[in-house]
């Protein structure tokens, strides 16, 4: 695994909005870089690709154990939700997509640092912007871990078949979020050109029907039957009109499906480290506190962009990031590994499209810590 410097495109900004990256630029600077790229070896793919594999089956069978052992409160899961979280399960309702954060640096085994399981971004990039970048920069016989479109071809009828035949997906986000828009829509052009009909509403805009409010519906007061939602259920369950998804909840179908709350909270870690001790895969985790680790981060239970986290170093407070979360509590993970390149630090986002490893995209920081103004750095493979 090398971090190699290259010439960027001229007129690369040109370039990769034309395919929808809009938010190339972040408010520290450039997001999309490509200045610089990753190299692999198919050996170094192999490994990120089976570790994804095995951790998507590990943390399936979690959900089961948290679900039968009524571990909901640990992981700070609201008391609304558990019902229509174990209806949910017991459907087995489907999933589209995930992506686990590695910690590697192309020798020792890739250690999982969570994953983002319920509202994942950074998915065009890693999907159909560094494809682009690597066939005109590196011409069509170069490689890349990455079939991450074809699989959510592959995934959305799928999902479907389990819905009622000709029904339409709308899909919602925040309306002030370019990234998540732009999400959102590549996840919409997929649905529409696996044959879905699929249509954009903000989340501001879902009203709720007339009473006795078991229906939520657009502003032309079309049911919504079939919803993608990348805003995370925890905010979902806590806004004013949460109360009704427990209503609604036998007439609708979600993208992501709540039972996903589980594995979006960091207090999956400590489940999957007592389930799995020693796991090569995986870091140690624990609930009540770090015991006996000297090397370690506190995170709280339910965050996101690298909110509230804190390092220790010998067992003492060494840097410390600032956020609104950890009301619910924390967990203590051991302090992972992650490689240095030029004062750079790189995360692998490794996806799973349909239960299955998908592809790769990489961020990187200038801490060990990545938060929502990291660089996103493309990929190859020889």
Request: glycine share 8%.
């Amino acid at each position: 695994m090398k971090r190699m410097k290259i010439q960027p495109r001229e007129n690369w900004q040109t370039k990769v909005e034309a395919s929808g990256l809009l938010y190339h630029h972040n408010p520290d600077g450039v997001y999309w870089n490509e200045s610089a790229y990753y190299l692999f070896n198919s050996q170094q793919i192999d490994v990120l690709y089976d570790a994804a594999n095995d951790l998507h089956q590990l943390a399936v069978k979690a959900v089961q154990h948290v679900i039968d052992n009524n571990l909901f409160t640990q992981l700070g899961v609201p008391e609304e939700a558990i019902p229509i979280i174990r209806k949910s399960w017991t459907k087995k309702d489907p999933t589209l997509y995930g992506r686990f954060d590695f910690a590697y640096d192309g020798v020792n085994p890739p250690r999982m640092l969570e994953y983002n399981a319920d509202t994942p971004t950074a998915l065009l990039e890693a999907s159909v912007i560094q494809w682009f970048w690597l066939q005109e920069v590196f011409g069509a016989g170069s490689d890349q871990f990455n079939s991450i479109h074809e699989k959510l071809l592959e995934s959305w009828p799928k999902i479907f078949r389990r819905w009622e035949e000709g029904s339409k997906l709308y899909l919602t986000c925040v309306a002030d979020s370019m990234e998540d828009l732009v999400t959102t829509t590549y996840l919409m052009d997929t649905a529409i050109e696996a044959g879905i009909k699929a249509e954009l509403i903000f989340i501001g805009d879902i009203g709720l029907g007339i009473e006795p409010f078991t229906r939520f519906t657009t502003l032309d007061d079309i049911t919504i039957e079939n919803l993608f939602k990348l805003y995370p259920w925890e905010w979902l369950l806590a806004d004013k009109y949460g109360q009704y998804l427990i209503q609604t909840f036998d007439k609708m179908n979600w993208i992501e499906p709540i039972w996903k709350l589980i594995l979006s909270s960091k207090g999956i870690l400590p489940v999957l480290w007592e389930l799995n001790p020693g796991h090569p895969n995986l870091l140690e985790a624990y609930f009540d506190g770090p015991r006996g680790m000297k090397e370690f981060v506190r995170k709280p239970l339910l965050s996101r962009e690298g909110s509230n986290v804190t390092v220790y170093h010998e067992g003492k407070e060494g840097f410390h990031t600032s956020g609104t979360y950890g009301e619910e509590g924390y967990i203590y993970q051991a302090l992972a590994p992650i490689p240095c390149f030029d004062g750079n630090y790189p995360i692998a986002g490794c996806w799973v499209i349909g239960g299955a490893s998908a592809g790769m995209g990489i961020r990187e920081s200038q801490t060990i810590v990545t938060n929502n103004l990291s660089q996103f750095v493309p990929h190859r493979f020889e």
